[in-house]
């Protein structure tokens, strides 16, 4: 007679192996909610309470933008502000759509992001009004030319000190949220807002003034000074500081993915990046010296181009993340975590999307139907993180503390997989290519037919196939094919394996398996 204890730890899903080493025998009971937390190691922690930090953070960027304000206003003058203020607010919604656009596989929390922007706009802002002023002033003393002064300050001072305090938010996003800053699209999208909210500081600056000059001298209209302004800055270029500080994060996103043996490599490119936004912010200041014609020059011949390979260069990445989760997630699906189905989910933003707007009208009310589409998105947020950890440490990217949080991130998946998996099976078997069912009929979301429906309203049986996955409950008959990994006894409930791994507890409200589907 077998030891039970043994039977049981037996039928739990077991971690995948990588590189034909085990990481762990078996993956043990996950930790109870608010215990075990996966803590990584903080670079130069000071404070001990979050709190404190984030309300010391909240302060010093507030007071920044207090003297800011005073500053441009002194400036601008009250109605030059106004004016500025509300010309560029404008491009800021379309710049942080477009860089959380491309953060959709894995977004990430927007407490960083809004750092980030903050940061931009008035730290990183108040640092390079302080100092290209000084900076040109004494350049301006020491060699009695204001006009070369002020040329110099354009094309030497401002790049070198804009583009280093820029730098400083990615920096800090890299150091004390590394487990959040995974890749090249996370440095983009952080040195995107970083750079989004310093450009609309700068722009009230400079519209200001314009419409100030245009009170002095009478113009308006198409003709005034406000007008070119706006359409220099704001209509033609409104990506510029984005693209300048998108190569200092692509440089950290580079480095994120290194591997760690490779020191000189993860310190070289950051300094690489900011040299090549150093350079190139540069040659856009200093366009305008190469005659009359140079301004359109370097838009056309560089400007223009560098945009389209940054932005193909954010795309691709974009992609990389979706084959990661096609390459790495089957082995969680062979181990028992995932259904088979779901790493094809997964791995198009289509069937993610559809699994969402599934798991929200399967549900009896708008309540349970929010509760259950954001479970989804933690789900796929997880299950992509989850990805692209395996993916870096096969590159020797990751640190002791992976299957830490390997364990951490499974525990998640599991939590929610009574809703996720579901939604994102039905959607896999949607957005399969025509004729992939082999004219088998597709689950519904509250069949009758064939298959059992749960709690949750979602058939089982009928157009899975055979096969089952170690770890999970199985309905085996004639009639009745079970779903690999979701099968069902003939109880109410979803029937686990003996010693399975604890089944998830419903996401929000009362078991789903006492709720009454609708008609």
Request: hydrophobic share 45%.
């Amino acid at each position: 007679m077998s030891d039970p204890s043994v039977q049981q730890q037996q039928a739990r899903p077991a971690v995948p192996v990588l590189h034909e080493q085990r990481l762990d025998e078996v993956l043990g009971t996950a930790p109870e909610r608010g215990r075990g937390r996966y803590r990584p190691h903080r670079v130069g922690m000071v404070w001990r309470s979050k709190v404190f930090r984030a309300g010391a953070v909240i302060v010093a960027l507030a007071l920044c933008w207090l003297v800011i304000l005073a500053l441009v206003r002194e400036q601008t003058g009250p109605e030059g502000f106004l004016v500025g203020l509300g010309l560029a607010v404008l491009p800021v919604p379309l710049l942080m759509a477009a860089f959380r656009w491309l953060d959709r596989v894995e977004p990430g929390p927007w407490r960083n992001l809004l750092f980030s922007f903050a940061w931009g706009a008035c730290a990183a802002a108040l640092v390079a009004i302080i100092a290209n002023s000084f900076a040109t002033r004494w350049i301006a003393t020491a060699t009695a030319d204001p006009a070369s002064a002020d040329t110099l300050g354009a094309t030497v001072i401002a790049p070198v000190v804009e583009e280093s305090a820029k730098a400083a938010a990615v920096l800090l996003i890299f150091l004390f949220r590394r487990r959040e800053f995974s890749g090249v699209v996370d440095g983009v999208v952080v040195a995107g807002f970083t750079a989004t909210g310093f450009a609309f500081t700068e722009n009230i600056l400079y519209l200001g003034n314009a419409f100030g000059e245009d009170q002095q001298l009478g113009s308006s209209g198409f003709a005034s000074v406000t007008a070119g302004t706006f359409f220099v800055r704001i209509v033609m270029s409104p990506f510029a500081h984005p693209l300048f500080t998108v190569l200092t994060g692509l440089g950290f996103g580079f480095a994120a993915v290194s591997a760690r043996r490779h020191r000189a490599r993860r310190i070289a490119l950051p300094l690489l990046g900011l040299l090549l936004a150093m350079g190139l912010h540069a040659l856009w200041n200093g366009s305008s010296s190469f005659g009359p014609y140079g301004f359109y020059a370097v838009y056309g011949i560089v400007m223009v181009p560098a945009f389209g390979l940054v932005t193909w260069l954010a795309i691709w990445s974009r992609q990389r993340e979706l084959r990661t989760l096609a390459a790495e997630l089957p082995a969680y699906a062979a181990a028992g975590w995932l259904t088979p189905a779901e790493p094809s989910a997964l791995s198009s933003m289509r069937a993610r999307g559809m699994a969402r707007d599934l798991a929200r009208h399967w549900q009896p009310d708008r309540t349970r139907g929010r509760a259950a589409a954001r479970a989804v998105a933690e789900y796929e947020s997880f299950a992509t993180s989850l990805a692209g950890l395996r993916r870096r440490a096969r590159h020797g990217a990751v640190g002791p503390d992976f299957g830490a949080r390997e364990r951490e991130l499974l525990h998640h998946l599991w939590q929610r997989r009574e809703i996720a998996a579901p939604a994102l099976t039905h959607a896999a078997l949607l957005t399969a290519r025509p004729g992939a069912h082999h004219g088998r009929p597709l689950p519904t979301p509250y069949g009758t037919g064939n298959g059992y429906a749960n709690g949750y309203g979602y058939a089982y049986g009928t157009g899975y196939g055979p096969g089952h996955t170690p770890g999970y409950g199985q309905t085996h008959g004639q009639t009745h094919g079970h779903t690999p990994g979701y099968g069902h006894t003939q109880g109410p409930t979803p029937g686990y394996a003996p010693g399975a791994y604890p089944p998830p507890q419903p996401y929000g409200g009362a078991p789903h398996s006492h709720r009454r589907p609708p008609s």
